[in-house]
């Protein structure tokens, strides 16, 4: 959609957004500045707690109090300076990999209460860029690293501004991958990223880490494709298309059980529309058994609190294996063939990384892997399992060569003999000793004959057979076992819904001390921007929090990456 041209406005321009008035007067009896910089504390960690509201509690509580929106905003942004400044010492110091999503969301303003003489246009398109990491504590953590205006990144250009982000937290050389919310967009925010980390990175994951999509945004185009196909049977039944699709799924089976119950006119009937056709109908319900598998997997993925690639790995299997199955069907029709097609357009850029991530499981490990393939592929099975076990050693080995150059470099270095005290240097065997010196023997050694003291230097102490005993037990020419291949040796661990993947890889973490920092670095990765309810949202760009609108070019992302820093995972 063109939404025109946009003024931009200047950062040092945010004071025309609010009231001029200061808190200079203060007859409130109370310490202003302490008061300003609580409550901004407070609108940063509370992500529902909006200005007015603040401005009418603290009204309310002390009607003298010298309240400004104005004074309000600068003590957010100092907290947010604050607080920005030990995140980038957190990412400074961090020892493990980052990995970037970056998504859009839509702000529609149309309706709200606009600052006054403000030309602004109603729609715009908002860009967050978060990092994904695990810190030293085993904890995962999703931090906004920038909320703001797609406009305004174009005219500015995506090197100053996304590139000046990741700059300024000094993390250039930690990002492994980037999601994106939807693969049709962000080409630029990609590129730049992945030019800078091609730069910059040393490890080299072999899984296409640039082409990471998000897999509720693969869902939700899949129900729009389906529900697209069937629009004119949606309208005749509903009259509307919900924003959210499991509600128009939901509504779509209620008329399905309506019609079985002959009460689809007293529910659903129109007086301007005729109800659907036997053939619509039976359309209609194989539409809605192919939207009921996308259905049991989103409602899975999205509402299990952080799921783990081994249960997206899972759910996406069983979700293609339906798919193959209707799509080679006798009654199939065509949607069937198109959503496996863009199934497997998806699964192509994933597989490999859930693979991956799926095998650093303790459950799961490799042998899900042959499982997966036995159960669900052909003849490609075993090949698939192999690409796996190639990939996750090469990347293995990467890991395993760093930590030594890195262990090497970590060692003090030697003193140079010309460095050497001269109390500490000592003769060579070629200086002359003193001749007065002789070397004295044990009391023992002195009473035997020369002879005897000879034979007993050379032979072996009656062991005649010790050259075959050294080769006896010379090791073999086989390499000491990796720790990749001990993890593997191990038993795989019983499925149980309570385990504690994190905690797991902490506890090992001395016992595997590379896998476990190959292992942090993969379960960081987002395989979905969203959760929950935002997960069914299908209709152009998820909707942005309009609490945000109207407070100035650089006080959303103040807010809102404030929010994630303070935010309880």
Known sequence: MDKGKRKIIPSHRIARFFPKSTASDNESGCDVEKVYEAMARFICQEEHVTLPAIKMLVTEMNPSFPFSYLDLGRSIFKVYLEERAKVIQI???????????VDIVKLDTYGLRKPKGSDEQDLF???CLRAHFIDDNWKPKSWVLYYGDVDRIMETGYDRTILKRISDLRIESKISTVTRGYREMHYEVVEVVEDLVKEKKTLQIKCQPFKLVCCANLLSKMVEAAFKDIEDIIWKILQKNFMYWHITFSRLQDAIKAEAAGEFSEQFGSIFFDPPTEEEWTKLKYV?????YIYNAAEVLFFTKNPTASIYLHNLRELQASLRKESTSPDSLSISRDLLKQFDEYWKDMF???AIATVLDPRCKLKYIEFTSMKYDDNSGNSKVTAVLEAIQGIYDDYRMHSLEALNSSKPSESKPSESKPSDMKLSDSEPSDPDSEEELPWEEKELPRHTLERLQKCNFGFNCIDEYNEFIKPSNRPPKSELEWYFDEPVLPWTNDFDLMSW???ESPK????????????AIPFSVVSSYEAYYYRDFRPADTNLAFLGPGLPNALVCCRSYFRKE
């Open 91 to 101: 990412m400074e110091n961090l020892d493990a990999r980052i990995a970037l999503s």
């Open 125 to 127: 398109d908002i860009l």
């Open 288 to 292: 809605c058994r192919l939207v009921d």
């Open 352 to 354: 490999l990384v859930l």
């Open 505 to 507: 890889w902490r506890a």
């Open 512 to 523: 595997y001390p590379i896998l476990s920092k190959m292992a942090r670095d993969f379960l």
